[in-house]
């Protein structure tokens, strides 16, 4: 697979990424009941914040959304629609909550492959790689609940922190140990693990289980 190829599929993946977290901050908005122009405030704090202080702790700047302007570009349409299609959606349903938790799951996923990758490739050791791919997934999420007066999920008894560094740690492995295998496929097999951990995590409703420590 050639190395533009791959490249054209890691910015899919961060403008799919991009989006999913959008669309989770405008149904965290609209369960704090905030106004539109909060709900895209709201979408570009969680969007490009985790990948914002990843690159200000790697020292690469300028931060990744000032030299490609594509994020913005994705950010504002789809906080628009997503606006739109929230508010028709009937409260106390649980729907913007389960939108909340897959798309934040779906961000996350993406997002911590694409920091881990970005830290190795700019020479960075493996266990900083892993460090800044949890960063990279969770911090976005954290800023947007925080920003609505919630208790971050990560600081919650939840699979999410957990997911991250799952994740990060098995792409760490994957590209190191087994260097045959594509980067494709490790890619995929490493965000399928993160989402599929905190898709049960939700489902199985992991954070109101009583674990005693």
Not at 88 to 94: C, D, I, S, T, W
Not at 191 to 213: C, D, G, N, P, T
Request: include cysteine; proline fraction near 3%.
């Amino acid at each position: 697979m050639s190395q533009v190829l791959i490249e054209n599929i890691f910015f899919l993946m961060a403008m799919v990424a991009t989006m999913a977290m959008t669309i989770s901050a405008v149904a965290q908005a609209s369960r704090a009941n905030m106004d539109p122009f909060g709900a895209l405030l709201l979408a570009g704090a969680a969007s490009v914040g985790g990948g914002t202080l990843r690159d200000l702790l790697l020292g690469a700047l300028p931060v990744f959304w000032v030299e490609e302007l594509s994020y913005l570009m994705v950010i504002l349409p789809t906080a628009i629609v997503a606006v739109l299609l929230v508010n028709r959606v009937k409260p106390g349903a649980g729907i913007r909550l389960r939108l909340l938790d897959y798309c934040d799951a779906l961000g996350l996923a993406l997002f911590c492959i694409i920091g881990t990758r970005k830290a190795l490739d700019l020479g960075f050791d493996p266990l900083i790689a892993v460090l800044m791919g949890a960063i990279t997934g969770i911090a976005g999420g954290m800023a947007r609940d925080i920003l609505c007066q919630q208790t971050p999920v990560v600081m919650q008894r939840d699979l999410y922190g957990t997911c991250a560094l799952v994740g990060s740690i098995l792409y760490v492995v994957l590209a190191h140990w087994w260097p045959e295998l594509s980067e494709l496929i490790i890619t995929v097999v490493s965000m399928s693990v993160i989402f599929l951990m905190r898709a049960y995590a939700i489902h199985a409703r992991w954070s109101e289980r009583k674990i005693s420590w």
